[in-house]
């Protein structure tokens, strides 16, 4: 997932608000939080508001409270950011043909019924007996 600078900015924001959220819903004050998780408080007092950290410290975070990330969809809210449409020039790197799988079906078919059919000598044997 290539995320440009706003979009991760946003990101860590968000993941940084709920985790100071977590550790003001536990009760639990930043020099426990930080001497338990190797994580500097002011770190995690920085992340917490908003500001940027590196991504080990909200690792670190999520390891000691025992939580993952995980995303949702959800409907985009009305009058939200607003998406630049994709240059087509980005959109031909990107572009390939999609895979013909009716074409193996048919192959795999074919080589199945092939497998399954006795052959002549086998018939000869299978009289013979």
């Known amino acids: 997932m290539n995320l440009g600078r706003k979009s991760r900015v946003n990101i860590m924001r968000k993941i940084g608000y709920k985790l100071g959220d977590y550790r003001r819903s536990h009760n639990l004050c930043l020099a426990h939080v930080a001497k338990q998780s190797g994580v500097p408080w002011q770190m ?3 992340l917490e508001r908003g500001n940027n950290a590196q991504w080990n410290a909200y690792a670190l975070l999520l390891k000691f409270y025992d939580k993952s990330i995980s995303f949702e969809l959800t409907e985009r809210l009305p009058g939200g950011e607003t998406i630049q449409p994709i ?3 980005v959109k031909a790197k990107y572009h390939r043909q999609e895979p ?7 192959e ?6 092939s497998q399954s059919q006795p052959t002549t000598d086998f018939d000869l044997f299978a009289e013979s007996k």
Do not use: F, L, P, Y
Not at 100 to 106: A, E, L, T
């Open 108 to 113: 795999q078919q074919a080589e199945d019924k």
């Open 100 to 106: 013909v799988v009716h074409n193996r079906i048919k």
């Open 44 to 46: 995690i007092d920085a």
């Open 87 to 89: 240059d087509e020039s």
